[in-house]
């Protein structure tokens, strides 16, 4: 098979939720389709974990089966499915947002007895500003929830995204009957067992006590209004990330998962072309490239190793091939030490666009940096900084360790494991991060990495706004909307809440905040 082959069977996607709406039962039930593990059941001690990627190595140690943490990999229906976990819960940080970047699509689980929540709405900003295809599967049909209609109006208002149900259900809880799957022109009836029965819409009516049921009535009424009045399905919109076919079943039952991942697999996009230096780098280009999303330490504590995890964006990966890290233009070879990220553990021989590979890290790599073959000299577009929510102040406890102190601060923030600030006028460290998981790992790599105990001083949730620098005045701000600047020395200020922003737009008109979800979508035309 040709490379080009290759690269159009992967589907490479994240599946993003908010706690316990269902990714981890979702996610099971699509490895159960892979036989990457024998047999169902619910994955037990996820929440002792202190870590979110304990999930897999869980499952891994009950079932006997190897999934490492945080990339599952499997062949299905002809294609190479590539599932990378994203961390929810407390363990989230920024590298759940990076993971994003390495995706060319997202499954978004929702409770149906819940609609959207706030985890969901941060994760699914990112996918938008990014343009990412977005899926939808609503969970726990089994459950008495919402309406479909009602689920499906928060959708489009709260998020802002144009719905199109693939399939549509009849009744829910108790009263479930199954769905509709507009996408087959067939009816799959919900039985109570794991088996799903199909019937073709035109021998629905061999089946009157389904028919003449008054829930499979109203559930047809409602799809009649769905037909006549909702949005067409329009692949191009899909793509783009303005639509999101949306699915309604059960992960735990399991029911509609099957004919979810089916449709989803054959929409869902091949490796797109990225931006690089030397422009767009279609997946079809011959020559190997990937960039690195993410860096995980201490994956295994008994020797301290750091593994890059690669997206590879053209090309064929091969196990001891030389490749170039253009950041330094220093030539590596990706031989014995290189570790996989696959459906069996150890190395694989070999990688295309869309998969993603685990390397060896010996301190070399940084979060965005681009490795290429052959005569390539470019890179791939620097990954956004996304906008920390928790903020702390950061002081080393004993002060003769100033030293290490700012070498720990100085590597981890080059690395991008923190987000670093400092106050406008004092030697203040304040540190940015998205989720409190993120602390907890500064803190522990300062101590075991840089020999530093540091002390952490909360100054709570914060709004950041940036703001141009000819337009700081600094009688303008005091403790509550605290100016400070980022690692480039640009100004930005630390709102305390919500009410303190708008008072602050209303008051100064003319000052320009910048928000910085905005501008990413915006294509960092703030550079
Ligand atoms: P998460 O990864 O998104 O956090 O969610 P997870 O799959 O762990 O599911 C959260 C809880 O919701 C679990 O129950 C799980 O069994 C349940 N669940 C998932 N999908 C469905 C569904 O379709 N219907 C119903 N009724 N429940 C569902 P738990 O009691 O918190 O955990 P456990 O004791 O079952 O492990």
Redesign the pocket.
Known sequence: MTIQEEMKKRRTFAII?H????????TEKMLLFGNLIRSAG???G?KSGKFATSDWMEIEKQRGISVTSSVMNFPYQGYQVNILDTP?HEDFSEDTYRTLTAVDSVVM?IDGTKGIEAQTLKLFKVCKMRGIPIFTFI??M??EGREPLELMEEIESTLNIETYPMTWPVGMGKRFMGVFDRENDQFVRYTGNEEETYIPFSELDQHPDLTEDPTYQEAEDELMLVDEAGDGFDLEKVMKGEQTPVFFG????PFGVETFFNTFIRYAPEPAPRRSTEGVVSPEHEEFSGFIFKIQANMNPQHRDRIAFVRICSGKFERGMNVTLSRTGKAFKLAQSQQFVASSRGTVEEGYAGDIIGIYDPNVYRIGDTIVTGKQNFEYDELPQFPPELFKKVTAKNVMKSKQFKKGLEQLVQEGAIQLFKHYHFEDYIIGAVGELQYEVFEYRMKNEYNVEIELTSIGERIPRWLPEDQVDESMFDDRNMLVLDREQKPLVLFKNDFSLRWFQDKHEDVELIDLFEVNKYDQSYE
Do not use: E, H, Y
């Open positions: 939720s706690p316990d709406a269902g990714k981890t039962t979702m619910t994955v037990k996820k929810g689980v969970n726990k089994d459950r059960s992960a735990l039952a």
